[in-house]
């Protein structure tokens, strides 16, 4: 069983910069794609980035095209997401998640099946 953990969320001021880590353990990430998604309060969950396998192939919400930045470290079974020149309307959790495929990746939720428990970012000043 894959097991994720969120961590890097915190309070930030507008402009600034966070990096968020998703460590797995239980079983190797190689041939698991990654998402990250964020659910605001009083919003559904929404997708934000994802990266194959491989890391080959990224993906980003529009919103966040050019400030996101989604790698991974299959050595160290682990994937960030770099976040930078961050705005209020970032203000969320984030939560990353997982699923076996040699494919690409996805944007829908229900395509995953592991899911990490979600670390808070606030962007404020």
């Known amino acids: 069983q894959l097991q994720l953990v969120e961590s890097g969320g915190g309070l930030v001021q507008p402009g600034g910069s966070l990096r968020l880590s998703c460590q797995a353990s239980g079983l190797r990430l190689d041939y698991f794609a990654i998402g990250w998604f964020r659910q605001a309060p009083g919003k559904e969950r929404a997708w934000v980035s994802c990266v194959s396998s491989s890391g080959g192939y990224t993906n980003y919400v529009d919103s966040v095209k050019g400030r996101f930045t989604i790698s991974r470290d299959n050595a160290k079974n682990t994937v960030y997401l770099q976040m930078n020149s961050l705005k209020p309307e970032d203000t969320a959790v984030y939560y990353c998640?997982?699923?076996?495929?040699?494919?690409?990746?996805?944007?829908?939720?229900?395509?995953?099946?592991?899911w990490g428990q979600g670390t808070q970012v606030t962007v404020s000043s």
């Open positions: 998640a997982a699923v076996i495929t040699l494919g690409s990746c996805y944007r829908e939720g229900n395509d995953y099946d592991y």
